[in-house]
Each structure stands twice: as C-alpha cells, then as structure tokens.
C-alpha cells in the first residue's frame, strides 16, 4: 500500500459525459501528480501540484482540469469525454516538488471507460 | 515524442538468465527513478539515483546512472518469474516534471 488513494477504481460513463476523479495524496507530502495511461501512449504526465498551486503542465487537454484542495486533495475534471479517453488516471504525490530525490509514489488508479 | 527511451520494448528470457534495460534521453536529469508496473495496480518505486556514475544494487538488480545524468541502465541477475512486469524509467528535471519512458514489458518464464 502506497498511501496514495484515488476513488473512484473504475468509471464507466458515455461520450459527453464529465467526470470527477479524486486522489488523497501520503500523509505529509504536499505534491500531487496526475498521469494518464493507455496501452498506445504510455504513462503521460498531465499536471502536477504543489501546496494547493499548479507547478507543471503536461499534456493536458482543455477538456480536463484539476485542482489541489487546501487538505491536499486533489481533483481531476474530464469533460466532454470522448472514446479516445479510455485509460488508466494514476495519481501520484511526493512530498516536495523539487529534484534530487523527491520519489512518487503512486495510487491504483481510476480506469475509465468512456462508451 | 517521448523524453526517455526505453529499450528494448518487450524482453522474454528463461529463469536464470540475466537481462539489461535501457532508459536514454538528450536531457539532463537531476534524479532518474526505476519502476516496476504490474497489470492493474500502479507504478511501484524501485530505485532513485542521483548522482552521475552512481551505481546501486538492491539485491539481484543493480540501477546504473550515466555520467552525464542523461541516461541509466537497470541489471537483473539471475532473473525469476516474479521480476515480470512492466519497468519504467522516469526522469525528474528542475522544473518539477517527472516524466516517464514508455516501459520495458519483461517476461520471466519459469
């Protein structure tokens, strides 16, 4: 067990739709990751959070947002979800955003199905 | 594009062969990490090294960093059934970003 918790574990919901996935980071750690994961294109990073302030953008869509809460929690919004959407989201935290050192650790994951 | 390239892609060896895993970049890391993927769960930290040069060992598996901090290479001596799994190398660079390669599927068979 990482610590790391994302609910909820699976998703299924039609083209459109939007959806909501939650991660509660480690006790003590103040970062938070979003990732995505499909079989064709790996484990993409999408944004990252540090103390409630984004930090680092990745290859996120206009479609999807995401929001650290002040408890640390954070927040990933998928809207006008299309097929195409399908994937594994991991969350990840650490407790510092800066280089040498600072290891992820990673949730289970949210596995999406858009139909 | 991905920043990190693993090699090979997918590796297949008998139990108690010895494998190499490649993760190679143009950048320039502070810290490179190893992970080991199994189907369904997340991403499970093996190693984080630091240091250009830097050579770690935990036990059957020995994590090398370049000099150059821009590229790494993960060892398995002796390999066994339960080191199959998808192995991932991620790079952290100084404006916060952890990214990843795209994995190593490496199968061990009994």
């Known amino acids: 067990d990482s610590g790391v918790t994302q609910t909820p574990k699976h998703l299924i919901t039609a083209t459109g739709q939007r959806v909501t996935l939650r991660c509660s980071p480690r006790?003590?750690?103040?970062?938070v990751y979003w990732y995505q994961q499909s079989l064709d294109q790996g484990l993409q990073f999408l944004i990252q959070y540090y103390n409630g302030e984004e930090r680092a953008k990745g290859n996120i869509l206009e479609r999807f947002s995401a929001q650290q809460f002040p408890d640390l929690h954070s927040e990933l919004n998928l809207s006008s979800l299309e097929l195409g959407d399908s994937a594994l989201y991991f969350c990840a935290s650490s407790w510092q955003p800066t280089s040498q050192g600072a290891e992820a650790f990673f949730g289970q994951g949210t596995r999406l199905t858009v139909v | 594009t991905q920043l990190l390239e693993q090699s090979p892609q997918f590796l297949s060896i008998q139990e108690g062969e010895n494998l190499t895993v490649y993760c190679n970049s143009s950048?320039?890391?502070?810290?490179l990490q190893w992970y080991r993927q199994e189907p369904g769960e997340g991403p499970v930290l093996l190693v984080t090294?630091?240091?250009?040069?830097e050579v770690k060992k935990l036990k059957r598996l020995t994590f090398q960093f370049g000099d150059a901090r821009k590229d790494s290479s993960l060892h398995i001596t002796a390999a066994q059934p339960g080191d199959t799994g998808l192995y991932l190398c991620a790079g952290r660079s100084n404006d916060y970003k952890l990214s990843f390669g795209a994995g190593t599927t490496v199968t061990v068979r009994a």
């Open positions: 006790s003590g750690d103040l970062s």
């Open positions: 090294v630091v240091t250009g040069g």
């Open positions: 950048s320039v890391f502070s810290s």
